[in-house]
């Protein structure tokens, strides 16, 4: 078993910048790619990013591209979601998610290729 914990939520005005964490625990990370989702209210949850296991391939919603960044520290067995230029839409609950399966372009950003999941933490961004 993993278990997530994130943490780094909060409230920000537009622009500014939020670091988020999530530490495992249970089992070492490094064979698990990890993603991060969000979910805003009366909306689906969504993938956000993702960082494959062997730290070669990375993959970025259309929405966040060149404004959040994912990075991963086996050795803290943390993975890291660092969200410049926020904006407002970016309002949501932020989970971290650890996948065990091989993720491909058909499957990398959908809910069941991941098999642990954090309680998430919220992200408040005010115009």
């Known amino acids: 078993q993993v278990q997530l914990v994130e943490t780094g939520g909060g409230s920000v005005q537009a622009g500014g910048s939020l670091r988020l964490s999530c530490a495992a625990s249970?089992?070492?990370?490094?064979?698990?790619?990890m993603g991060w989702f969000r979910q805003a209210p009366g909306k689906e949850r969504e993938c956000v990013a993702v960082i494959i296991w062997s730290d070669i391939n990375t993959y970025y919603a259309d929405s966040v591209k060149g404004r959040f960044t994912i990075s991963r520290d086996n050795a803290k067995n943390t993975v890291y979601l660092q969200m410049n230029s926020l904006k407002p839409e970016d309002t949501a609950v932020y989970y971290c998610a650890a996948s065990s399966l091989a993720l491909y372009s058909s499957n990398i950003n959908g809910e069941r290729a991941y098999n642990y999941w954090g309680q998430g933490t919220q992200v408040t961004v005010s115009s």
């Open positions: 249970g089992r070492t990370i490094s064979r698990y790619s």
